[in-house]
């Protein structure tokens, strides 16, 4: 779908799903992720890049694993995660849209729980490689977790800790040899009306991955 449908269909309130290849999993049980190797934090952060070009290729589950254990996985014992949120309120929640559903990753369990049974990575952006390329990350705050930040601060630390999520994200593709790139150019209602989100969450942040376009 087009960049300009994608805007008229959204001035309408009209962007909406597709339907999933084949029946929704209600959970996927990921592949425990790896947690040595990979490329040395200096050469990653020298490939860092955005990119938007994506082939379709479904990312296998264990590269999907170690991605979401990167962006925002549980790192200790105690329950601390890879990326930081302010008084660990972590208030992100981080949905992957995919053909075969829109799912929210379980960072406790590392699975992923069926939140949309559709196709919605057309609805997580304007830009049209969204639509095929293989994953789409939607980065959700959940402002029932943030009693104790002032209610006029909790967009700007939200965004904060979604940033460093997208950058573990980053930082994991440059190391695997993956394509990735953030957006904030969304239609937040779309996306929350597609994944089905209560009126405490807010819509942050796309990010899509996948491997490079061949050629």
Known sequence: ??????????????LRPKPTLGEAEQAIALPPPHKAGGMPLMEALALRRSSREFAPDALPARTLSDLLWAAFGVNREEGGRTAPSALNAQEVDVYVAMPSGAYLYDPREHSLQLAAGADVRRVTGYQDFVDEAPLDLVYVADHARMRLVPAGERDRYAYCAAGAISQNVYLYCASAGLAAVIRAWIDREA?????????DQQVLLSQTVGRPAKG
């Not at 449908?5 to 309408?12: E, N, R, V």
């Not at 929350?192 to 009126?199: D, E, I, V």
């Open 191 to 199: 996306i929350a009306r597609a994944l089905g989100l209560s009126h």
């Open 1 to 14: 779908m087009s960049t300009l449908t994608k805007l008229a269909l959204g001035m309408m309130g009209q």
